[in-house]
């Protein structure tokens, strides 16, 4: 994230696929390694942004499915978390895996084991919206004021620190979403 240029976050992905690769040769039956190897390939084809990132997603798919067996609960779902975004974002067949459905589950999963997660709510909420279902949208933004005090509290440090202000800036987008949608009405 704090790379500059799409050059210099390639070359801190492909360290961190590297890595990635050398622990899993030594321990395959680890989630994490599976999990971050599929989201550090997935930072490498944001980069590309072109047919050779199609190719990519194949293999995203596969590392999280492989964390997905081991572990579904780890990093707060990350497996489903990731999977619904990946099907949510891919482009659909022929060309690629995006899939409505097959998003919706992995992220409705997602909540479903870790629904104090601002993360996995967040990612459901913005689905919604993006699929016209403001119903639902606000269901997770009612859910998601009600877990945000308590998620301030225990996610808190270095390692949530610049969470927060990208959760607040998608919370407040999706609210005004909601309301446009709404006629100002809410």
Known sequence: DLATNDTKKAEIAEQAIAACRQSIALDSNSAPP???????IGQVADTKRNLSALKMVKEMEREFNMALEL???????G?????????SQAPGWPI???SH??????LERAVELAPDSPENRLNLM???LKWGDRKEAQREIKALETLW??????LTGEEWASN???WERRLERARKKIRATAGGRN
């Open 34 to 40: 599976h999990l971050y190897l599929g989201m550090t």
């Open 71 to 77: 572990d579904e609960h780890f990093s707060f779902a």
């Open 79 to 87: 497996p489903h978390r990731n999977l619904g975004l990946l099907y």
């Open 96 to 98: 690629s895996i995006g």
């Open 101 to 106: 459905s097959k998003a919706r589950k992995h």
């Open 126 to 128: 913005e689905a919604y």
């Open 149 to 154: 005090p308590t998620a301030r509290v225990k």
């Open 164 to 166: 927060w202000p990208d």
